[in-house]
Protein backbone atom coordinates (compact mmCIF):
# COMPACT_ATOMS: atom_id res chain seq x y z
CA UNK A 1 0.00 0.00 0.00
CA UNK A 2 1.22 3.32 -0.70
CA UNK A 3 1.36 6.43 1.48
CA UNK A 4 2.88 7.32 4.61
CA UNK A 5 1.77 8.03 8.16
CA UNK A 6 2.61 12.08 9.03
CA UNK A 7 3.44 11.70 12.61
CA UNK A 8 2.72 15.17 13.21
CA UNK A 9 2.76 16.87 16.86
CA UNK A 10 3.79 20.20 19.33
CA UNK A 11 5.40 19.00 22.33
CA UNK A 12 7.41 21.22 24.52
CA UNK A 13 7.64 18.31 27.51
CA UNK A 14 7.85 15.15 25.14
CA UNK A 15 4.89 13.90 26.69
CA UNK A 16 2.72 14.28 23.26
CA UNK A 17 5.60 13.21 21.11
CA UNK A 18 6.10 9.78 22.67
CA UNK A 19 2.10 9.46 22.28
CA UNK A 20 2.20 10.41 18.80
CA UNK A 21 5.39 8.09 17.93
CA UNK A 22 3.78 5.02 19.29
CA UNK A 23 0.58 5.45 17.36
CA UNK A 24 2.60 6.49 14.12
CA UNK A 25 4.63 2.98 14.55
CA UNK A 26 1.99 0.91 15.44
CA UNK A 27 -0.46 2.10 12.42
CA UNK A 28 2.41 2.19 9.90
CA UNK A 29 3.22 -1.57 11.06
CA UNK A 30 -0.29 -2.44 10.36
CA UNK A 31 -1.09 -0.20 7.40
CA UNK A 32 2.42 -1.10 5.87
CA UNK A 33 3.22 2.18 5.63
CA UNK A 34 6.40 4.23 6.29
CA UNK A 35 6.23 7.33 9.37
CA UNK A 36 7.03 10.74 8.42
CA UNK A 37 7.79 13.10 11.28
CA UNK A 38 6.62 16.97 11.31
CA UNK A 39 7.84 18.24 14.71
CA UNK A 40 5.99 21.67 15.26
CA UNK A 41 7.51 22.46 18.68
CA UNK A 42 10.17 24.97 17.87
CA UNK A 43 9.19 28.14 15.55
CA UNK A 44 11.33 27.01 13.04
CA UNK A 45 9.38 23.54 12.46
CA UNK A 46 5.47 25.52 12.67
CA UNK A 47 3.46 27.03 9.92
CA UNK A 48 4.80 25.62 6.56
CA UNK A 49 2.17 23.92 3.86
CA UNK A 50 1.75 20.41 4.43
CA UNK A 51 -0.38 18.45 1.92
CA UNK A 52 -1.69 15.24 2.67
CA UNK A 53 -3.29 12.81 0.12
CA UNK A 54 -5.79 9.93 0.42
CA UNK A 55 -3.55 7.18 0.45
CA UNK A 56 -1.59 9.05 3.64
CA UNK A 57 -2.43 8.72 7.39
CA UNK A 58 -2.56 11.90 9.87
CA UNK A 59 -1.29 11.05 13.34
CA UNK A 60 -1.63 14.82 15.24
CA UNK A 61 -0.78 14.61 18.89
CA UNK A 62 -0.64 17.92 21.18
CA UNK A 63 -0.81 19.11 24.76
CA UNK A 64 -4.12 20.33 26.35
CA UNK A 65 -3.60 23.73 27.33
CA UNK A 66 -6.93 25.57 28.84
CA UNK A 67 -9.03 22.48 27.90
CA UNK A 68 -8.03 24.02 24.42
CA UNK A 69 -5.66 23.25 21.54
CA UNK A 70 -2.59 25.50 22.23
CA UNK A 71 -3.21 28.90 20.39
CA UNK A 72 0.19 28.96 18.82
CA UNK A 73 -0.73 26.33 16.41
CA UNK A 74 -3.21 27.78 14.62
CA UNK A 75 -0.95 28.65 11.62
CA UNK A 76 0.58 25.20 11.60
CA UNK A 77 -2.78 23.48 11.78
CA UNK A 78 -4.40 26.20 8.75
CA UNK A 79 -1.38 25.13 6.61
CA UNK A 80 -2.26 21.51 7.13
CA UNK A 81 -4.64 19.80 4.60
CA UNK A 82 -5.95 16.68 3.12
CA UNK A 83 -8.00 15.08 0.90
CA UNK A 84 -10.56 12.35 2.14
CA UNK A 85 -7.06 11.41 4.41
CA UNK A 86 -7.81 9.08 7.62
CA UNK A 87 -6.21 11.24 10.71
CA UNK A 88 -5.62 10.20 14.05
CA UNK A 89 -5.38 12.55 17.14
CA UNK A 90 -4.30 12.41 20.18
CA UNK A 91 -4.95 14.88 22.71
CA UNK A 92 -2.20 14.57 25.95
CA UNK A 93 -3.38 16.33 29.03
CA UNK A 94 -2.54 16.79 32.79
CA UNK A 95 -4.90 14.74 34.43
CA UNK A 96 -7.11 17.78 35.04
CA UNK A 97 -9.20 17.90 31.84
CA UNK A 98 -9.09 18.02 28.43
CA UNK A 99 -12.05 19.68 27.50
CA UNK A 100 -13.00 20.77 24.09
CA UNK A 101 -9.41 20.04 22.69
CA UNK A 102 -10.16 16.89 21.23
CA UNK A 103 -13.53 18.64 19.45
CA UNK A 104 -11.30 21.43 18.00
CA UNK A 105 -8.83 19.35 16.68
CA UNK A 106 -11.30 17.34 14.59
CA UNK A 107 -13.74 20.44 13.58
CA UNK A 108 -10.09 22.37 12.12
CA UNK A 109 -8.87 18.84 10.67
CA UNK A 110 -12.43 18.16 8.94
CA UNK A 111 -12.43 21.58 7.02
CA UNK A 112 -8.84 21.20 5.93
CA UNK A 113 -10.21 18.26 4.27
CA UNK A 114 -9.30 14.79 6.93
CA UNK A 115 -11.62 12.07 8.01
CA UNK A 116 -11.07 11.95 11.27
CA UNK A 117 -11.57 8.09 12.20
CA UNK A 118 -9.78 7.79 15.68
CA UNK A 119 -9.30 10.27 18.63
CA UNK A 120 -7.92 9.60 22.28
CA UNK A 121 -7.47 11.68 25.01
CA UNK A 122 -4.44 10.58 26.87
CA UNK A 123 -2.88 11.66 30.09
CA UNK A 124 0.85 13.40 30.40
CA UNK A 125 2.95 14.27 33.40
CA UNK A 126 1.55 17.76 34.28
CA UNK A 127 3.66 21.03 32.36
CA UNK A 128 3.57 23.00 35.94
CA UNK A 129 4.58 19.89 38.24
CA UNK A 130 6.32 17.29 38.59
CA UNK A 131 3.98 15.18 41.21
CA UNK A 132 1.01 15.35 39.42
CA UNK A 133 0.54 12.09 36.39
CA UNK A 134 4.28 11.66 37.06
CA UNK A 135 6.31 10.16 34.57
CA UNK A 136 3.00 9.55 32.68
CA UNK A 137 2.36 8.24 29.60
CA UNK A 138 3.77 4.95 30.97
CA UNK A 139 4.01 1.19 30.17
CA UNK A 140 0.12 0.70 30.13
CA UNK A 141 -0.59 4.29 28.74
CA UNK A 142 1.66 3.04 25.69
CA UNK A 143 -0.75 -0.62 25.66
CA UNK A 144 -3.20 1.21 25.62
CA UNK A 145 -1.88 3.63 22.82
CA UNK A 146 -0.82 0.62 20.40
CA UNK A 147 -4.30 -1.20 20.77
CA UNK A 148 -6.09 2.04 20.34
CA UNK A 149 -3.74 2.46 16.89
CA UNK A 150 -4.40 -1.02 15.68
CA UNK A 151 -8.43 -0.58 15.84
CA UNK A 152 -7.70 2.95 14.11
CA UNK A 153 -5.61 0.68 11.59
CA UNK A 154 -8.25 -1.85 10.98
CA UNK A 155 -11.00 1.03 10.36
CA UNK A 156 -8.58 2.28 8.19
CA UNK A 157 -8.17 -0.34 6.17
CA UNK A 158 -11.87 -0.66 5.04
CA UNK A 159 -10.78 1.59 2.54
CA UNK A 160 -13.79 3.98 3.96
CA UNK A 161 -13.19 5.27 8.06
CA UNK A 162 -16.50 6.76 9.23
CA UNK A 163 -15.74 9.82 10.66
CA UNK A 164 -15.66 8.91 15.04
CA UNK A 165 -17.99 10.83 17.61
CA UNK A 166 -16.11 13.17 19.86
CA UNK A 167 -16.65 14.77 23.33
CA UNK A 168 -16.50 18.37 23.26
CA UNK A 169 -18.83 21.53 23.68
CA UNK A 170 -19.50 24.20 20.83
CA UNK A 171 -18.73 26.91 21.61
CA UNK A 172 -14.98 26.28 22.73
CA UNK A 173 -14.45 27.08 26.24
CA UNK A 174 -12.40 30.22 26.48
CA UNK A 175 -9.15 29.98 27.30
CA UNK A 176 -7.97 31.01 30.71
CA UNK A 177 -6.12 34.70 30.61
CA UNK A 178 -2.27 34.31 29.64
CA UNK A 179 -0.08 34.87 32.80
CA UNK A 180 2.67 37.51 31.71
CA UNK A 181 5.46 35.22 33.08
CA UNK A 182 9.73 34.79 32.40
CA UNK A 183 11.37 31.79 33.97
CA UNK A 184 14.16 32.41 35.99
CA UNK A 185 17.63 31.15 36.52
CA UNK A 186 20.03 30.44 39.44
CA UNK A 187 23.41 30.59 39.46
CA UNK A 188 23.66 27.11 38.33
CA UNK A 189 23.43 27.54 35.14
CA UNK A 190 26.33 26.79 32.65
CA UNK A 191 25.47 28.31 29.80
CA UNK A 192 24.88 25.18 27.68
CA UNK A 193 22.37 26.29 25.55
CA UNK A 194 19.73 23.87 26.15
CA UNK A 195 16.77 25.93 26.97
CA UNK A 196 17.19 28.56 24.11
CA UNK A 197 17.51 26.07 21.51
CA UNK A 198 14.53 24.31 23.07
CA UNK A 199 12.31 27.11 23.98
CA UNK A 200 8.90 26.42 21.98
CA UNK A 201 8.30 30.36 21.72
CA UNK A 202 11.99 31.49 20.98
CA UNK A 203 12.07 33.73 23.80
CA UNK A 204 14.98 32.53 25.34
CA UNK A 205 18.05 34.91 24.81
CA UNK A 206 20.87 32.84 22.81
CA UNK A 207 23.18 35.59 23.85
CA UNK A 208 22.29 35.27 27.81
CA UNK A 209 20.04 32.22 28.39
CA UNK A 210 19.64 33.83 31.94
CA UNK A 211 17.33 36.42 30.06
CA UNK A 212 13.90 35.83 28.29
CA UNK A 213 11.38 38.42 26.17
CA UNK A 214 7.61 37.99 26.37
CA UNK A 215 5.51 35.42 25.18
CA UNK A 216 6.37 32.73 27.31
CA UNK A 217 3.79 29.99 26.82
CA UNK A 218 4.25 28.33 30.30
CA UNK A 219 5.26 24.88 28.60
CA UNK A 220 7.54 24.57 31.31
CA UNK A 221 10.18 22.79 28.61
CA UNK A 222 13.14 24.91 29.75
CA UNK A 223 12.76 24.02 33.63
CA UNK A 224 12.43 20.41 32.98
CA UNK A 225 15.21 19.73 30.59
CA UNK A 226 17.84 22.14 31.91
CA UNK A 227 20.52 19.64 32.90
CA UNK A 228 21.77 21.89 35.69
CA UNK A 229 18.08 22.37 37.08
CA UNK A 230 19.35 26.10 36.99
CA UNK A 231 15.57 27.15 35.34
CA UNK A 232 12.41 27.96 37.34
CA UNK A 233 9.41 30.28 37.58
CA UNK A 234 8.61 32.08 40.92
CA UNK A 235 4.84 33.57 39.70
CA UNK A 236 2.78 33.05 42.41
CA UNK A 237 -0.26 32.76 40.28
CA UNK A 238 1.55 29.91 38.57
CA UNK A 239 3.03 28.25 41.93
CA UNK A 240 -0.59 28.30 43.19
CA UNK A 241 -2.17 26.39 40.49
CA UNK A 242 0.77 24.09 40.52
CA UNK A 243 -0.10 23.43 44.45
CA UNK A 244 -4.09 23.46 43.34
CA UNK A 245 -3.52 20.51 40.81
CA UNK A 246 -1.24 18.73 43.37
CA UNK A 247 -3.85 18.58 46.19
CA UNK A 248 -7.46 17.89 43.71
CA UNK A 249 -5.81 16.25 40.48
CA UNK A 250 -3.76 13.32 41.77
CA UNK A 251 -6.08 10.56 41.31
CA UNK A 252 -5.07 8.63 38.27
CA UNK A 253 -7.42 9.73 35.49
CA UNK A 254 -7.07 6.79 32.65
CA UNK A 255 -6.77 7.56 28.45
CA UNK A 256 -9.96 7.75 26.54
CA UNK A 257 -10.14 6.44 23.57
CA UNK A 258 -12.70 6.97 20.79
CA UNK A 259 -12.28 4.44 17.60
C1 LIG B 1 -0.35 26.62 29.46
C2 LIG B 1 -0.75 25.21 29.84
C3 LIG B 1 -2.09 24.90 30.01
C4 LIG B 1 -2.46 23.60 30.36
N1 LIG B 1 -3.80 23.31 30.49
C5 LIG B 1 -4.16 22.05 30.86
C6 LIG B 1 -5.54 21.72 31.00
O1 LIG B 1 -6.44 22.50 30.71
N2 LIG B 1 -5.86 20.49 31.47
C7 LIG B 1 -4.89 19.58 31.80
O2 LIG B 1 -5.25 18.49 32.27
N3 LIG B 1 -3.58 19.82 31.58
C8 LIG B 1 -3.19 21.04 31.13
N4 LIG B 1 -1.86 21.32 30.92
C9 LIG B 1 -0.87 20.23 31.05
C10 LIG B 1 -0.47 19.62 29.72
O3 LIG B 1 -1.60 19.41 28.89
C11 LIG B 1 0.21 18.26 29.93
O4 LIG B 1 1.19 18.34 30.91
C12 LIG B 1 0.81 17.68 28.66
O5 LIG B 1 1.19 16.34 28.94
C13 LIG B 1 2.05 18.44 28.19
O6 LIG B 1 2.39 17.99 26.89
P1 LIG B 1 3.89 18.01 26.29
O7 LIG B 1 4.71 17.09 27.16
O8 LIG B 1 3.71 17.44 24.94
O9 LIG B 1 4.38 19.40 26.35
C14 LIG B 1 -1.47 22.59 30.55
C15 LIG B 1 -0.12 22.92 30.36
C16 LIG B 1 0.23 24.21 30.01
C17 LIG B 1 1.69 24.51 29.78
S1 LIG C 1 19.45 24.82 30.08
FE1 LIG C 1 19.96 25.43 32.20
S2 LIG C 1 22.19 25.38 32.30
FE2 LIG C 1 21.65 25.34 30.13
S3 LIG C 1 21.67 27.53 29.53
FE3 LIG C 1 19.57 27.06 30.13
S4 LIG C 1 19.44 27.61 32.32
FE4 LIG C 1 21.63 27.48 31.78
S1 LIG D 1 10.62 30.34 28.41
FE1 LIG D 1 8.45 29.81 28.51
S2 LIG D 1 7.96 29.14 26.42
FE2 LIG D 1 10.19 29.09 26.60
S3 LIG D 1 10.67 26.97 27.22
FE3 LIG D 1 10.49 28.19 29.11
S4 LIG D 1 8.36 27.92 29.75
FE4 LIG D 1 8.47 27.29 27.58
Same mark, same amino acid.
Given at each position: ?S???S?T?F??? *???R??? %??LA??? +????? #??? !?E??????A?????????PD??????????S?R?? !??? !????A??T? %???P???????????? =?????????????????V????????E *?????K???G??D +?G?L???R?????????I??G?????A???????????????V??????????????A???P?????????? =????????C????? *??? +??? #?Y?????L?????????????R #??? =????
Amino acid at each position: MSGIVSSTFFSPT *HTSRTIA %RTLAAEL +AQRLG #KAV !EETDWTLPAGRGHARALGPDDVLVLGFPVYSGRMP !ELL !EASMAGLTG %RGTPAVVAAVYGNRAY =EDALLEARDMLTANGFVVTAGGAFIGE *HSFSRKVAAGRPD +AGDLALARDFAQRAAAKIATGAPAEVAIIGDRPYRDRWPGLVVKPKTTDDCTECMTCAEGCPAGVISFDNPR =EAGDGCLRCMACVK *HCP +AGA #KYFDDEKLLGFATLLETKFMDR #KEP =ELFV
